[in-house]
């Protein structure tokens, strides 16, 4: 039975469940079910409640974190995300491994609670950035989460090698124009992949040499930044929707967590908890 929205529902445990670890010694049986256990953890994430503050119908907040921290450290939530995301893939009717991926960074506020900070000067935020790797649908591939001050370039090239030899289908990745440059290069002579760079076609526009007392038209000042207009932009669009839906999770507006570990692991858990969804109404649909 589910008592608040993010509680697991009979058909997502259904596909969960076998994914889960069995308990490594043989012993007395738990007092809480791995299921209300879970239910804990996306209560959390969903709502941004802190361990201490579950709800008394959840299990004690010790034993809810206890089994999160256990995951984050084993790898666990990582790896449900890959396997639920291989699920997503084959019903959408694509390869379980993706051949494209596409790069691109969020920056955001942290709180008092310490641990890696930066400045990001273009962003004008303090706090921390998470770097991410997803494949053209969305779907999150790899995570790293660093000081807000370590450029998208640094980031990429402390990100993409963790990535390489999980995904070896992987051949081509799209990236935004803070990439564009040598480091395109780097990705070509290290990990062997073509690099495409989405833009906006103005992007590279500064200036207009105008004739004396002509004066710039409406869509020549709309070429320049700040005047823009709001524009689509291909592949672009698709890790802006995975931010908006990782987002949702107040747990991750900010980074109220000290270890950037953490950060990652509610990022693959929030990634589950979609996924799960997602395949559970697939799979009442037909």
Not at 24 to 31: A, I, L, M, Y
Not at 56 to 64: A, F, S
Not at 130 to 137: A, E, G, I, K, P
């Amino acid at each position: 039975m589910t008592r608040y929205p993010s509680d697991l529902t009979d058909a997502e445990w259904v596909i969960l469940a076998p994914l889960l670890p069995l308990p490594e010694h043989p012993g007395r049986p738990r007092k809480w079910s791995l299921r209300l256990i879970l239910d804990g953890i996306f209560y959390s994430l969903r709502t941004g409640c802190a361990w201490r503050y579950l709800p008394d119908h959840y299990p004690p907040w010790q034993t809810v974190f206890y089994y999160f921290r256990v995951w984050r450290i084993s790898g666990l939530w990582e790896a449900l995300n890959a396997q639920l995301r291989e699920q997503v893939r084959e019903a959408a009717g694509r390869l379980a491994q993706p051949s494209a991926c596409i790069l691109d960074s969020q920056t955001v506020k942290t709180t008092e609670q310490g641990g890696v900070r930066g400045y990001d000067g273009g962003k004008k935020i303090k706090g921390r950035k998470r770097h991410m790797l997803v494949d053209t649908q969305g779907l999150l591939l790899k995570v790293k989460i660093l000081a807000a001050n370590v450029t998208d370039r640094l980031g990429g090239e402390l990100l993409l090698p963790l990535a390489k030899p999980l995904f070896v289908r992987l051949s081509h990745l799209f990236v935004d124009g803070g990439y564009k440059g040598k480091w395109v290069e780097w990705v070509k002579q290290t990990l062997h992949w073509t690099v495409e760079v989405v833009q906006r076609s103005d992007a590279n526009i500064r200036a207009y040499w105008l004739p004396e007392g002509q004066e710039l038209t409406l869509e020549q000042i709309k070429t320049f930044r700040g005047f823009r207009d709001f524009k689509v932009i291909p592949r672009r669009w698709v890790v802006e929707r995975t931010f908006a839906w990782t987002s949702r999770n107040r747990r991750l507006a900010k980074d109220y967590e000290r270890l950037p570990e953490t950060g990652e692991a509610l990022m693959y858990a929030a990634m589950v908890r979609l996924m799960l969804a997602r395949l559970a109404n697939e799979r009442n649909a037909s």
